[in-house]
């Protein structure tokens, strides 16, 4: 009971766990795409027959999987520390902004 | 005059957002009963300054910013569309969900529980250097279409 009581009181919130986590996963899968797209001309048409442009196709995905990933994992009530989400999330923010800005250097 | 409008709104509104992420930041630091609701309600802000910087900056960079990308992809700094640009429209993504996260994140428990604290504390702050790198690109960008301007 004792450690129930500490386990929870060391957690953010389901909500918050869990767009906390779908931040994560989503910049993550955002700066791949920004890789995939920009290797392959095929999938960067297919972005642009969407919307017109592939950067408002990029932007209107991400929202979705945010929204949608985040609704999903809210639900859920992971058992994930306070500490350790916020070391996803800025380990998530840094890998990703690495890997979009390490393309376009190289 | 409309375009450049909109070319002054964008890093305005991205200010505004850096600025409210500040005062999230601050508050948090002093979290209690009495400041809450200030808390929540500059988080709100800092996310709305945000998509507004989104909208503008995006509309302008699909309508506009083409003529720009040609002019500084044959000046002397291409750099500043090639590396600065491409980076900063896709990392601004990222940004752009951080700062929706954040007043998610500061309708938690920040009162009560350190962890919700720290975790606002680390958003906002991430929220705030993100933002400031923004700005710091747009300059670079911005210097790179005068400099290509000057050289013809």
Redesign the interface.
């Known amino acids: 009971m004792a450690k129930s009581q500490t386990s929870a009181?060391?957690?953010?919130?389901a909500?918050?766990t869990g767009?906390?986590v779908s931040?994560a996963i989503?910049?993550i899968a955002?700066?791949l795409l920004?890789v995939l797209k920009e290797s392959s001309e095929s999938v960067l048409q297919f972005l642009v027959a969407i919307t017109g442009?592939h950067?408002?196709t990029?932007?209107l995905l991400?929202?979705i999987v945010?929204v949608a990933v985040g609704a999903v994992l809210a639900r859920r009530d992971m058992n994930l520390?306070?500490?350790a989400?916020?070391a996803t999330?800025?380990g998530s923010?840094v890998v990703?902004?690495l890997i979009?800005?390490g393309f376009?250097?190289l | 005059m409309f375009r450049e409008l909109i070319l002054m709104l964008h890093p305005t509104f991205g200010v505004l957002a850096v600025i409210a992420s500040v005062w999230v930041f601050v508050e948090t630091l002093n979290a209690r009963d009495a400041n809450i609701a200030r808390l929540r309600g500059a988080g709100v802000l800092a996310a709305i300054m945000m998509w507004l910087a989104?909208i503008v900056g995006?509309y302008w960079?699909?309508v506009y910013y083409g003529a720009d990308k040609a002019l500084i992809k044959a000046g002397p700094w291409p750099f500043a569309h090639?590396?600065v640009m491409?980076?900063k429209?896709?990392?601004f993504?990222?940004l752009?969900?951080?700062a929706?996260?954040l007043p998610?994140?500061a309708?938690?428990?920040v009162v009560k529980?350190?962890?919700?604290r720290?975790?606002v504390l680390?958003?906002s702050a991430?929220v705030v250097l993100?933002g400031l790198a923004m700005e710091g690109a747009g300059a670079v960008i911005n210097m790179g279409v005068k400099v290509a301007l000057l050289a013809n």
């Open positions: 009181a060391d957690r953010a919130g909500t918050v767009y906390g931040y989503t910049s955002s700066a920004v442009h950067w408002v990029h932007g991400v929202m945010f520390s306070g500490n989400l916020i999330i800025v923010t990703s902004g979009i800005s376009f250097i | 989104y995006g960079y699909v090639g590396f491409e980076t429209e896709h990392v993504l990222m752009l969900l951080l929706t996260f998610i994140a309708y938690g428990d529980k350190q962890v919700a720290n975790l680390w958003t991430l993100m």
